[in-house]
């Protein structure tokens, strides 16, 4: 599965990016599509996911602040950040499951090659 990351950048704490992630190979309706990110010296944590019916789950430290979508007439996912603090500072993957556990628990077996946010405070 190819995913194709975009929309990272550098901005101030309080700032909004979004995220966007187009999906080549097959339609993001056929998965549970996600995003997770790591930050240097730091775990893999999974952020968002949403499954084939529209269900979002949320990792807690993004929750009220970060918004999972998708548009499968576009194979595209998004990821709306807002507020965003120095510590959602990392590299974020767009990723993708078949595994209907593994979404709700934030894993996945499929990403792109990233896209780096830096958040300055």
Not at 33 to 43: L, Q, Y
Request: charged content about 20%; proline content about 2%.
């Amino acid at each position: 599965a190819q995913l194709v990351e975009s929309g990272g950048g550098s901005v101030q704490a309080g700032e909004s990016l979004r995220l966007s992630c187009v999906r080549q190979v097959f339609p993001t309706s056929d998965y549970c599509m996600g995003w997770w990110r790591e930050a240097e010296g730091k775990e893999r944590e999974g952020v968002a996911a949403i499954d084939r019916n529209g269900n979002t789950v949320y990792a807690d430290s993004v929750k009220d602040r970060f918004t999972i979508s998708k548009d499968n007439s576009k194979s595209t996912l998004y990821l709306q950040m807002n507020s965003l603090k120095f510590e959602d500072t990392a590299m974020y993957y767009c990723a993708a499951t078949s595994v209907d556990s593994w979404c709700s628990a934030l894993q996945f077996h499929a990403w792109g090659q990233g896209t780096p946010v830096t958040v300055s405070s």
